[in-house]
């Protein structure tokens, strides 16, 4: 299933599944910081990578590459810059996801704050 676009991994269980493509979309241990950064505007790639400790260029091409098969982001070249200047945004389609991300979060503070009191018991 690696390489899959999230519109294809809505029919893995034998039926359409649209939560499985929203999930598809946002698996991917950098995916969910990228979308953060990218909902305040458009970064050029050394600019995301500087902002991602422990990212390596090679997860971070490959995140991106898939955020873009799956037209959550758009990348823009600019060839008259040297070196070529790389940036990306969100689409129309990741801006979108931008209240689902957030609602997200605000979920998971949410368990974390009652986890944690459970924990330290």
Not at 63 to 79: A, F, G, H, Y
Request: hydrophobic share 40%; with cysteine.
């Amino acid at each position: 299933m690696i390489g899959m676009k999230a519109s294809e991994m809505s029919r893995r269980h034998g039926e359409l599944c649209p939560l499985d493509t929203t999930l598809k979309i946002l698996d991917g241990k950098w995916k969910s910081i990228i979308l953060c950064r990218l909902m305040k505007h458009e970064f050029r790639y050394t600019e995301l990578l500087r902002t991602l400790p422990g990212c390596t260029r090679r997860m971070l091409s490959l995140q991106l590459s898939q955020l873009e098969n799956d037209r959550i982001i758009v990348k823009q070249t600019d060839t008259s810059y040297v070196p070529v200047k790389t940036s990306y945004r969100l689409t129309p389609a990741g801006r979108s996801l931008v209240p689902i991300v957030l609602a997200m979060n605000k979920w998971g503070a949410t368990y974390l704050e009652r986890l944690i009191p459970v924990e330290a018991k």
